[in-house]
Each structure stands twice: as C-alpha cells, then as structure tokens.
C-alpha cells in the first residue's frame, strides 16, 4: 500500500508552495482515477467463452426445491395427480 502524503506548513506558505503541494496532490489523485477506470473497462467486457444459457443452478439437472434436491422431471409427460414426495434413500424429492 503506498504511503499517504499530506502537505505540510511550508510546502502551504506561499502561492508558489501551495501551486506545487495541490499539482502533486491532484498528480496523485488524476492517476488513481485513470488506473481505476482501466481496471473496471477490464473487468466490464463480457468474457467470449463464457455461456450465453441461463446460470447455473437453474436448469433441470441441478434443480433445488428451498436447498433440498428434486430429481430432475420433463413436466410434459407429468400426469394429473402425480405427487412430489421425499425419497429418503436417494437424498431427494422425486414425482410418483
């Protein structure tokens, strides 16, 4: 972490002084200032390999019903009355 600089009573006594304590102490502050707009143009443009479907976590195969698993299910071939019911040796809701 770089040091912190604060002007002292000299470098404020005369307008010159002062011109020259407020230049460095701007220096400073416009530098940091360009380094961060650099750093969140980086971090702003989108990754090309990253997926373009939906997060993980919301697709059939890792479907979660309030952090308990549900075994994944095409709800077009569900019937009437067909109930979501724990399955305690596989750990997971399943439709019977």
């Given at each position: 972490?770089?040091s912190?600089?604060?002007?002292t009573?000299?470098?404020?006594?005369d307008?010159?002084?002062?011109?020259?304590?407020?230049?460095?102490?701007?220096?400073?502050?416009?530098?940091?200032?360009?380094?961060?707009?650099?750093?969140?143009?980086?971090?702003?443009?989108?990754?090309a390999?990253?997926?373009?479907?939906?997060?993980?976590?919301?697709?059939?195969?890792?479907?979660?019903?309030?952090?308990?698993?549900?075994?994944?299910?095409?709800?077009?071939?569900?019937?009437?009355?067909?109930?979501?019911?724990w399955?305690?040796?596989?750990?997971?809701?399943?439709?019977?």
């Amino acid at each position: 972490m770089a040091s912190r600089w604060y002007p002292t009573v000299d470098q404020l006594k005369d307008p010159s002084a002062m011109h020259r304590a407020f230049k460095q102490l701007l220096d400073q502050h416009y530098e940091l200032q360009d380094r961060f707009d650099v750093l969140q143009k980086s971090q702003a443009m989108p990754s090309a390999s990253a997926p373009a479907g939906p997060p993980p976590g919301s697709g059939p195969t890792d479907t979660q019903l309030l952090g308990l698993f549900v075994k994944p299910v095409d709800t077009h071939t569900l019937a009437d009355g067909v109930k979501l019911t724990w399955v305690r040796k596989n750990g997971r809701f399943e439709f019977l």
